[in-house]
């Protein structure tokens, strides 16, 4: 038995066989092979079960997103087939004597170049995917695992996940996970506390693990590997308290989040998904206080359809039937990268082309995201948030564009709801005009990681910072008192979607300070609930 420290992400007990998943083995190198024959039919055979998988992922996706998102796998199969490809890839085991997946990392790089050069959009989108696929097929002959069809429950050891790895995990699988970099601002520790799931960070990690029994004990920031019977039945006993802690505040469901002194907060959830509504629900959320739409597009290989964003938006505000959704559109950029974005690399990705820059210099991406949300309002109660606002301007010119949008469908007869626009306030800048930009909008959501990551100037995604990266900062708490104040002041409502918004520890100040909304975790709902009552 050995014991390991880190740092708690999703602070519960897990227990389980510890599944290593390794991304440094995708690293490709170029080896001498003696046998062309023999490579060849291992890359064959590493090909027939990518045709696998992309079966298996289509029926999954047939099931949970419908069939024009899972068409993407059957397009990703017949690229397999791709006599070209396989030709260059066979040509170059055999011409030049090099092992299967440096012959597919180099016909992947030239596929999916001679692609991006291409001036046909369709065709230059398909340059993420012949990487997608070599990189599948890669990840196969090295021995690596699929990440969206884990066989059995476990505990996921990583080096890093990103988040677009996080939202592929196989939900149902997956017992927790621990990982060795990462922070706890990033997104995806945010996704963990989202989906329910134990998690530490900051782990130092073995592959030698793979197999072998572990623990997550996450109130304790600690990772027990290969645990002697006594203390694996002590962790089975606290997980069985775990539930009955749980079953007690399943008792505050139903019951009103309700200051002492009698202020009625509303309590929403914050999302990343259609699949978390189930936990929205079964946590007695009033609403959704943020739908982190570009997680849509991050499980997508290509830009997500009007109709197929229709289908989600309307899914959820059917499924929350009275209750306010608040969508907030594409936030995409820094650690959310998509490769269909084809986004340059830079220096201060935090500080770069991200969110609402994008949507507002390719105004298509953007309207195509509005149209679908407007549409999606005739069917619910759905609010749209803009993320990084730092200006009365972009306001403006965001109003104007949700106008056109509104006159189109006007034109063509589709009809919509009366749909609030908020924004978020996660730059310093916006916090300071608040009392400017409350004028032009229906609400404020304070999004404190953000505003955190920009006001302290700590990188939210810099494990080596974490101990510093301070929500409860002086400065964080007295914008925060800024920017409710100047809502109260113009008639609007102000809340936080941000994690400090499920930091029970401060929950009293913030009632204090007049919030009118938080928005947390769905499985943070009930305790926040208790701490609220409690202010
Ligand atoms: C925030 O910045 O606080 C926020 C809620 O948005 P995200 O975490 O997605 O950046
Ligand atoms: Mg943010």
Not at 159 to 180: H, W, Y
Request: aromatic residues 8%.
């Amino acid at each position: 038995m050995e014991k390991f420290t880190g740092k708690t992400i999703f602070g519960q007990v897990a227990i389980g066989k510890i599944f290593f998943y390794s991304k440094e083995k995708q690293q490709v190198t170029r080896r001498k092979i003696d046998d062309a024959e023999a490579e060849i039919k291992t890359y064959e055979a590493a090909k027939e079960k990518a045709i696998e998988e992309l079966g298996s992922l289509y029926e999954k996706a047939l099931k949970e997103v419908g069939e024009v998102n899972a068409q993407i796998f059957e397009v990703h199969q017949m690229m397999l087939e791709d006599e070209d490809y396989n030709d260059s890839v066979h040509n170059l085991i055999t011409t030049q004597g090099v092992n299967a997946d440096y012959a597919v990392a180099v016909t992947g790089d030239n596929f999916s170049k001679m692609f991006a050069e291409m001036e046909d959009e369709y065709f230059k989108a398909r340059s993420a995917d012949v990487k997608d696929i070599s990189e599948r097929v890669i990840r196969i002959l090295n021995g690596g695992m699929d990440m969206g069809s884990l066989k059995e429950s476990v505990i996921v050891v990583a080096n890093d996940l990103a988040p677009s790895e996080t939202v592929q995990l196989d939900k149902e699988k997956l017992l927790g996970f621990v990982t060795e970099l990462g922070s706890s601002n990033s997104h995806t520790a945010i996704l963990a506390r989202t989906m329910n799931i134990p998690a530490l960070i900051g782990v130092k990690i073995s592959e030698e693990w793979n197999g072998k029994m572990g623990i997550i004990d996450g109130a304790n920031g600690m990772f027990i590997v290969d645990p002697d019977e006594e203390t694996l039945e002590k962790y089975k006993e606290l997980l069985k308290e775990e539930e009955k802690a749980r079953a007690l505040l399943e008792q505050l469901k139903g019951k009103d989040s309700v200051t002492t002194s009698g202020k009625h907060i509303k309590l929403y959830a914050n999302i990343g998904n259609v699949s978390d509504l189930a936990s929205v629900i079964s946590g007695g959320a009033q609403g959704i206080g943020l739908f982190r739409s570009e997680f849509l597009y991050l499980e997508s290989d290509d830009f997500p359809s009007e109709e197929v964003q229709f289908a989600k938006y309307k899914q959820v505000a059917e499924t929350m039937g009275e209750k306010k959704v608040i969508i907030r559109t594409l936030d995409i950029g820094a650690d959310k990268q998509v490769d269909y974005f084809n986004l340059p690399k830079e220096d201060n990705p935090a500080m770069g082309y991200r969110a609402i820059r994008i949507c507002l210099k390719q105004t298509d991406i953007f309207k195509t995201q509005l149209r679908a949300l407007f549409r999606a309002s005739a069917f619910g109660n759905i609010a749209i948030m803009y993320p990084m606002i730092i200006s009365v301007d972009e306001v403006l010119k965001i109003k104007e564009i949700a106008e056109q949008v509104k006159k189109e469908l006007d034109a063509e007869g589709i009809q919509y709801g009366d749909v609030e626009q908020g924004i978020m306030i996660e730059t310093p800048a916006a916090a300071m005009i608040s009392d400017l930009l409350a004028p032009h909008v229906d609400f404020f959501s304070v999004g404190t990681n953000d505003l955190t990551q920009y006001t302290l100037a700590i990188d939210r995604q810099n494990a080596k910072l974490d101990d510093i990266y301070d929500a409860h900062h002086e400065a964080i708490l007295r914008m925060i008192g800024m920017v409710i104040e100047n809502a109260h002041k113009n008639g609007i409502w102000a809340g936080i979607c941000g994690e400090l918004g499920a930091d029970t520890t401060i929950t009293k100040r913030l009632v204090d300070m007049g919030i009118d909304e938080l928005s947390v975790s769905p499985s943070m709902l009930l305790r926040v609930k208790k701490a609220i009552r409690e202010a």
